[in-house]
């Protein structure tokens, strides 16, 4: 059996047997959360657009969201011509 403790004297095992323990593994999830939430903040938010009030996607880049799209709301990005439906890469309309 492999153990390995977090420091000398804490006497916590972070992996045993090849894996990492449960508390272990615990830490290194909240700081993934953590580092996504500072590098990314909470959420990511695209700007709201219709169908009719697209920019225009030559000169455009990232994602927005496309709240009237045939089929519904969907999010999209821009291939330099058109706007795409990240679902299905069809060109909104």
Same mark, same amino acid.
């Given at each position: ?39 990314? *903040?909470?959420?990511?938010? =695209?700007? /709201?657009?219709? @169908? ?7 000169? #455009? ?9 045939? *089929?519904?709301?969907?999010? =999209?990005? /821009?291939?330099? @011509? ?7 890469? #069809?060109?909104?309309?």
């Amino acid at each position: 059996m492999t153990k390995i403790l977090s420091k000398p004297g804490h006497g916590v095992a972070l992996i045993q047997d090849g894996k990492a323990t449960l508390a272990f593994q615990n830490y290194l999830d909240e700081i993934t959360q953590q580092m996504n939430d500072n590098l990314l *903040g909470l959420r990511i938010q =695209a700007t /709201s657009y219709t @169908v009719a009030t697209l920019p225009t996607a030559a000169t #455009a880049a990232g994602l927005i969201y496309v709240s009237d799209e045939a *089929g519904g709301a969907v999010l =999209a990005f /821009s291939d330099n @011509v058109n706007w795409r439906r990240v679902t299905d890469r #069809a060109v909104v309309s």
